[in-house]
């Protein structure tokens, strides 16, 4: 008898993540640990990779200290394929209105993330443009709000 064909896509297509780091956020797991707690990026990029694929979804992590980069990658996340947007945009959070217009002006939901809880902190923290618009907020959890996040992006 014949072999039947290999199915056209080994594992169906699965769902793609893009998080989104912003302003310092490459120095975790040195900068101040007492807020943000001792994992590294690449610990919390292990952390959501390991989670998306429980979730049969797939994350892709970048990192900018620059807001127009920030701004390129929400304006191309659409074009690019992903499904939704984790974005911890740092102090931007805080001053960027621009990014505030670029998550209002895309197609894809972004959820906020914060590894601390700004609204506990420092008074000009409580203001975040991009919760303003974002679709969820996430915070306070630690490395944990990635994860947090990333479950609301799957039941999105
Ligand atoms: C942060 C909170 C911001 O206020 C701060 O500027 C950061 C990190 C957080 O993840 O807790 O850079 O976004």
């Known amino acids: 008898m014949p072999a039947s064909p290999p199915p056209a896509s080994s594992e169906p297509s699965r769902r ?3 998080v989104l ?17 001792h994992a590294t990026l690449a610990d919390i990029g292990a952390l959501l990779e390991a989670r998306a694929s429980e979730l049969g979804l797939r994350v892709e992590c970048r990192q900018s200290n620059h807001e127009g980069v920030l701004l390129d990658w929400l304006q191309q996340a659409a074009g690019e394929g992903f499904a939704a947007v984790l974005l911890n945009a740092g102090a931007y ?7 505030l217009d670029a998550i209002r002006a895309i197609a894809l939901p972004v959820i906020e993330v914060h590894l601390s809880d700004p609204s506990q902190r420092e008074e000009f923290r409580h203001l975040s443009y991009v919760g303003m618009a974002a679709a969820d907020t996430v915070q306070g959890l630690g490395a944990q709000s990635y994860v947090v996040a990333l479950e609301r992006a799957a039941a999105l």
């Open 93 to 99: 959070t805080h001053s960027s209105i621009a990014l």
């Open 21 to 37: 780091n912003g302003p310092n956020l490459n120095l975790l797991g040195q900068r101040e640990p007492d807020i943000y707690g």
């Open 16 to 18: 793609r993540i893009l």
